[in-house]
T-cell receptor, first 112, second 116 residues
Framework: KAGVTQTPRYLIKTRGQQVTLSCSPI?????VSWYQQTPGQGLQFLFE???????NKGNFPGRFSGRQFSNSRSEMNVSTLELGDSALYLC???????????FGSGTRLTVV | KQEVTQIPAALSVPEGENLVLNCSFT??????LQWFRQDPGKGLTSLLL?????REQTSGRLNASLDKSSGRSTLYIAASQPGDSATYLC???????????????FGQGTILTVHP
């Protein structure tokens, strides 16, 4: 079966711009989580959606937001980009939260 | 607040060695523990998932154990190969209520290099 698909794979944006990343979970998976990975901070949890509802949110500023659609696909948006937002953004899906997660290949965002 | 620590931070071994990676967590109220592998610039590949009621899981040359009471897990890799070279990440899913949904807490990882 198809895995978790993240698009685009790479992005280069300028400070101040906004960006939208997309994640298509494994078919049948209703939980989608997002993580930011940087060399200094490691993997940090952004938020989790289940059946279109945000159930949990990490400690990130309000510039980071997300949503989930009725087909479980999810998007995350970062507004007013800062240099420090450069990172690998990973999406993970699960049949139901806490049943083990499958990760996508990530979106590499570079802010210049 | 759950904290996960992995030891060692880096490990370099010759091909063929058996090795152990360690993971410790501070809050024993976990739902499960998952070991991942990450190749440079890539996403995470799930290796093993251990539910809180289980003591160990095995897949091929990999064996992971879980001791909830002591807050520890180990990943055992038998007969290591150069293709095993990667970063290995331990992640804990907690069941501490509303703030735990969909959230995995990760360790910083162990960078493994297996040389021929």
């Amino acid at each position: 079966k198809a895995g978790v698909t993240q698009t685009p794979r790479y992005l280069i944006k300028t400070r101040g711009q906004q960006v939208t990343l997309s994640c298509s979970p494994i078919s049948g998976h209703r939980s989608v989580s997002w993580y930011q990975q940087t060399p200094g901070q490691g993997l940090q949890f952004l938020f989790e959606y289940f059946s279109e509802t945000q159930r949990n949110k990490g400690n990130f500023p309000g510039r980071f937001s997300g949503r989930q659609f009725s087909n479980s696909r999810s998007e995350m948006n970062v507004s007013t980009l800062e240099l420090g937002d450069s990172a690998l953004y990973l999406c993970a899906s699960s049949f139901q939260g806490n049943y083990g997660y499958t990760f996508g290949s990530g979106t590499r965002l570079t802010v210049v | 607040k759950q904290e996960v620590t992995q030891i060692p931070a880096a490990l370099s071994v010759p091909e063929g060695e058996n090795l152990v990676l360690n993971c410790s967590f501070t809050d024993s109220a976990i739902y499960n523990l998952q070991w991942f592998r990450q190749d440079p610039g890539k996403g995470l590949t799930s290796l093993l998932l251990i539910q809180s009621s289980q003591r160990e899981q095995t897949s091929g040359r990999l064996n992971a154990s879980l001791d909830k009471s002591s807050g520890r897990s180990t990943l055992y890799i038998a007969a290591s190969q150069p293709g095993d070279s990667a970063t290995y990440l331990c992640a804990v899913g907690s069941n501490a209520g509303g703030t735990s949904y969909g959230k995995l807490t990760f360790g910083q990882g162990t960078i493994l290099t297996v040389h021929p």
